[in-house]
């Protein structure tokens, strides 16, 4: 017989460690609902009214969870329901054939195989791709000149703690766009004078508009 059509919808969306499941219902709150997160199944109860009710059950799930670490937001027309995986990996679906493997199962060439073949590398017939082994075929852009020198400076910005963030802004800030200090305890108690490159004169920006 044919399913039932699916009074509200849902779909779900991924990453390696959160699964997040949308359900579209509009209405629905922390009171009039009861979301279960279960180690291997997650169910929505929502009290629509006194006479009306609507369920969603998924168990098993693709694989298994962490409750604990698993919440459930409400929005004025959805609720979306965060699951913390307990196996860091990629789910084919929401929930698991009663003869598939978990991923906690797995062999580690089988976890190997899920993580570089994916189905949609089969379409129109066509053989599956190993998409590790293409990225690290491909040649690889490195920075050159003032590229690289910018790409240098982000690095350290980006990995530096905030006394040298602090001492980079107000150095190249203060100095026109010259200087470049790292060195907190010595720009951070005087101004950074500008240093223009040899056989430049420097001027102030308010010098220019008299």
Same mark, same amino acid.
């Given at each position: 017989?044919?399913?039932?059509?699916?009074?509200?919808?849902?779909?779900?969306?991924?990453?390696?460690?959160?699964?997040?499941?949308?359900? +579209?219902?509009?209405?629905?709150?922390?009171?009039?609902?009861?979301?279960?997160?279960?180690?291997?199944?997650?169910?929505?109860?929502?009290?629509?009214?006194?006479?009306?009710?609507?369920?969603?059950?998924? @168990?098993?799930?693709?694989?298994?969870?962490?409750?604990?670490?698993?919440?459930?937001?409400?929005?004025?027309?959805?609720?979306?329901?965060?699951?913390?995986?307990?196996?860091?990996?990629?789910?084919?679906?929401?929930?698991?054939?009663?003869?598939?493997?978990?991923?906690?199962?797995?062999?580690?060439?089988?976890?190997?195989?899920?993580?570089? +073949? +994916?189905?949609?590398?089969?379409?129109?017939?066509?053989?599956?791709?190993?998409?590790?082994?293409?990225?690290?075929?491909?040649?690889?852009?490195?920075?050159?000149?003032?590229?690289?020198?910018?790409?240098?400076?982000?690095?350290? +910005?980006?990995?530096?703690?905030?006394?040298?963030?602090?001492?980079?802004?107000?150095?190249?800030?203060?100095?026109?766009?010259?200087?470049?200090?790292?060195?907190?305890?010595?720009?951070?108690?005087?101004?950074?004078?500008?240093?223009?490159?040899?056989?430049?004169?420097?001027?102030?920006?308010? @010098?220019?508009?008299?």
């Amino acid at each position: 017989p044919p399913k039932p059509v699916q009074r509200f919808r849902h779909d779900f969306i991924q990453n390696p460690t959160h699964v997040t499941v949308t359900v +579209y219902i509009k209405g629905a709150s922390k009171e009039s609902c009861d979301v279960s997160f279960e180690e291997t199944s997650l169910s929505l109860d929502w009290t629509i009214s006194p006479s009306d009710s609507w369920q969603l059950c998924f @168990d098993p799930l693709f694989d298994r969870i962490v409750p604990a670490e698993s919440t459930a937001s409400f929005f004025g027309t959805k609720l979306e329901m965060k699951l913390k995986k307990a196996s860091a990996g990629k789910w084919d679906a929401l929930e698991r054939k009663l003869d598939e493997k978990a991923l906690d199962e797995l062999t580690e060439e089988e976890v190997k195989r899920k993580r570089d +073949y +994916y189905p949609s590398s089969k379409a129109q017939g066509g053989q599956a791709k190993n998409w590790d082994k293409i990225a690290s075929e491909l040649p690889e852009d490195k920075p050159e000149g003032e590229e690289a020198l910018n790409s240098f400076f982000q690095q350290i +910005y980006g990995r530096g703690d905030p006394e040298i963030r602090r001492a980079m802004n107000k150095s190249f800030q203060e100095s026109g766009g010259t200087v470049l200090s790292t060195n907190w305890g010595e720009v951070g108690s005087k101004k950074v004078e500008g240093t223009p490159p040899k056989g430049l004169e420097m001027n102030k920006w308010s @010098d220019l508009h008299k």
